[in-house]
Nanobody
Framework: EVQFAESGGGLVQAGGSLRLSCVPSGFTFEDYDIGWFRQAPGKERETVSC????????YYADFVQGRFTISSDNAKNTLYLQMNSLKPEDTAVYYC????????????WGQGTQVTVSS
């Protein structure tokens, strides 16, 4: 059974930082494209950042460009999202997800971790 252990969420003041971590069980990241998504109350889920299985290609949504950094440590089989200069509008549940290399849809999802940014 594929599962994720997500951690690092919490409450932070605007301008602060958090680092999210995601550790899967049941598969290894090196065979999957992986990413972070978020969903705020009353809003649709949106893509935050993605990284290819090789780690050679990354994507960032415009609203986090320059503030967030995605990385993966294949030796530790861990995905990270370093979030700096947080804004109240970054408040959401953040999910890590994975899809087989080259597939179009994300097939494995974590349970989510809450990030709350106070003004």
């Amino acid at each position: 059974e594929v599962q994720f252990a997500e951690s690092g969420g919490g409450l932070v003041q605007a301008g602060g930082s958090l680092r999210l971590s995601c550790v899967p069980s049941g598969f290894t990241f090196e065979d999957y494209d992986i990413g972070w998504f978020r969903q705020a109350p009353g809003k649709e889920r949106e893509t935050v950042s993605c990284i290819s299985s090789s780690g050679g290609s990354t994507y960032y949504a415009d609203f986090v460009q320059g503030r967030f950094t995605i990385s993966s440590d294949n030796a530790k089989n861990t995905l990270y999202l370093q979030m700096n200069s947080l804004k109240p509008e970054d408040t959401a549940v953040y999910y890590c997800a994975a899809k087989p290399r080259g597939a179009s849809d994300y097939t494995h999802w974590g349970q989510g971790t809450q990030v709350t940014v106070s003004s």
